[in-house]
């Protein structure tokens, strides 16, 4: 029977396969959800690593305030792209996501909600709507989360509203008073009175504000110069001059430090002698009206000490102290000190025995004490303070200065130092700072800059301000006698607290009265027995900084110290801090053996996202245009050690990147359609070099990606993925062996070989795209023809062992050196082609002549290859003398390249160019090499 050229298709081995060119992610990866939900992959892969060692990710808990935005994507991503590399290297990894469900976040929306402020409505119906408010984020939360496909106990996560997370705080508080860290003190701390709270360190941002700088003089009592100035000739009318910018804060001044080693002088001035620095008298001239009068006298700043002056307004008697932060960068050099206003004038206060004056209420107004002032919002009065200042003469200078001023992170507006009753945890209480420090050392830190980052902070940071004056937290459960005054704070008492709060929630402090909150009988050292509650609640980082005692030393399934935090760099400040605080403390170890910080998500020309500038990205967005595989891949991509960036450029290059990897995946998958691995498998002695040299590369890139995600370099993990996708396979292998694969008999030792190659290849792509592509890998997954012990899931399965690759260095070499010959060639054929000489590549000879004996000599032990290699019809070798129209290429200078036309016909079947082509009667048009194919599949499939 006779053939037309035409029917020979279907003696092909064409590609074959479901998996999709177009990846329709949005639509696709809800199903894969489905089936992950329906045969409970997460459950089964914990009971399938159930004795296996531990890998714990401690979860930092968002605020359930909000939908989740780039930024909660970005994190929870990184942690899950850890937590599944690890639990295909083996490890049992249960994730337990968490919520900080209290707190001013939350508080601070709701109020914006409910258009109400604090005086508007009872505590006890404010904490319900709260309570329900946090609930309603932490589901959309949730199903946001699942959604990007991270696995983690979502039915079972922690939430800091538990009854029983809140009795661990409740307890953690305990035993830092037990242990003599807990104290009550009347300090400065930082104050939004917008918010009406204080805040802690990491509540507290900087921003740039515009203050109005002054210089004042206070005018010294009469006689406290005197001694010196006798003799000087000039009288004894004189001034200390101070500089501040905040000068509201001169109501309750109430001493000028200066340096006690440095020089200070007196200046002669038509209004009296100015007193000041002599290393800021040139500054000062320059800025202020002050003349450079005579100087009459220079001291050193300790002769000053103990003079005494009268407040600017009259109010009190101040004195001049000594302190050795008095700076000659700016100002005077004689520093304005109001001990209730600023962290440094406290401690000068304590050790001159200073009054503390307070004039400024939670609202930020000034009280009785502030006199004229009474009533008035404390940066508005400036103005009038100045005027009342200038009115007095006492006024040197005033401008308005830009400089960067603390904000409330919540309000965002400029906030105060105010000294007020407040709960203290103590930083040096049992030289913890210094333990701190020590163990911060074991740490092992990524990037490693974290560790100089949390030393400093932690090396300078104040006592940590714990209570606050807010409806939403837990209380801080501390008792006062009403008859002798006193505060209690008992870890017994608190201890019992926490055996209620157990069953009832914190909200029972609220709900019940002192009495049924003690124990029964409890009396105070004096006797009485009426005790009032205390109605601060706990600072919301305190809560989510003892999370290792309420979560990872509760769960079985988690230790503690954990293996790894992984936060925004910000945490530095915060949750990596109150962790290590409160568990060196508590326990005296580091929560966490190891902490991982990521930089922030800016826009493509690397701006903060805002909604002003219209440039936030939402992830929400991402997923539904594109799926959340490439969101997950802009994750990996991204160098996190930075600030990252997303753009729609960004996200379409991805799109991409993406496209070309899942090509890869789809040609691998097409061509192994009959494949079956347990009975086509070809032993890797036997496979062909080329199947081999692809062996090595993957296994090479095997090696390289388990170095990668062992050190959280998942950029790194993108780009040597992609590399390989597009250099090794698209560009190289899968080009060559495209014709074994389609042409030669389906069941021959090179194609079986090739194919067995092709799937080991895709498991291996499969597997370690998984942590990020995590759908697009159990796509690919469900796509391979099935193999004996093929876990149901992607998810399920394992790394290969490292000891078991075959990386073989010497066969890479020869490819190496042969592709450079095959870039060489291609160059050529381009040319050729261009010209019109040749159409494809197969319609073309190539001849070689090499210039060395060695350059010779391995060409030709790898002749037979070469027409493969270049895809064409013939290739050969000479050596010697070469033709003009030889071409020279600098990559491979001791070879020259010659094409021309292919010698033969064009095979209708396998498109080669032969001199056998058309010489078999039973199969017109076609090669030998097809004809003895053909020959042999009669009979089977043909
Ligand atoms: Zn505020
Ligand atoms: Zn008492
Ligand atoms: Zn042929």
Redesign the pocket.
Known sequence: MLKKAMDYKDTLNLPKTDFKMKASLPQKEPDTLRFWNESDIYSRIKSSRANKPKYVLHDGPPYANGHIHIGHALNKTLKDIVVKYKTMQGCYCEYVPGWDCHGLPVEHELFKKLNKKKTDIPQIEFRKKAYDYAMGFVDAQKQEFKRIGIFGEWENPYLTTDKTYEASIIRSFGRLVEKGYIYQGRKPVNWCYRCETALAEAEVEYDNYTSPSVYVKFKLNKGQLAGHLAGCGVKEDSYILIWTTTPWTLIANVAVAVHSEREYVVINTVDGNIILAHDLLDQVCEKTALKKGKIVLSLKGKALENLSYEHPFGLRQGKIVLADYVSMEEGTGCVHTAPGHGQDDHITGQIYGLETIMPVDERGLFTEQAGEFKGENVHKSNTAIIDKLRGLTLLLHSEPINHSYPHCWRCKNPIIFRATEQWFMSIDHDNLRKAILGKIKQVNWVPAQGQDRIMSMLDTRPDWCLSRQRYWGVPIPVFM??????WIADHKLIDHFASIVDEKGTDAWFELDAKALLPHDYK?????SDFKKGEDIVDVWFESGVSHQGVLKQREGLSYPCDLYLEGSDQHRGWFQSSLITSMAIDNVSAFKSVLTHGFVVDGMGRKMSKSLGNVVSPQEIIKDYGADILRLWVAFSDYNDDIRISDQIIARLVEAYRKIRNTARFMLGNIYDFDLDRDRVKYDDMREIDKWAISRVHRLLRDIIGFYESFQFHKVYHSLYTFCIVDMSNFYMDIVKDILYTFKSTSLERRSCQSALYIILDIIAKVIAPVLVFTSEEIWQAMPKRKDMPESVHLSFFDKCESLKIDDALEERFARLKKVRDAVLKVLEAKRVSGIIGSSLEARVVLYAESDEEYSFLKENESGLAALFIVSQAGIERGVFPDEAVEDENVPSIRICAYKAIGEKCGRCWNFSDTTGKYKEYPGICKRCHNTLVSMKGDNF
């Open positions: 006698c009403k008859s002798c005054k006193r105070c050292a004096c006797g009485a």
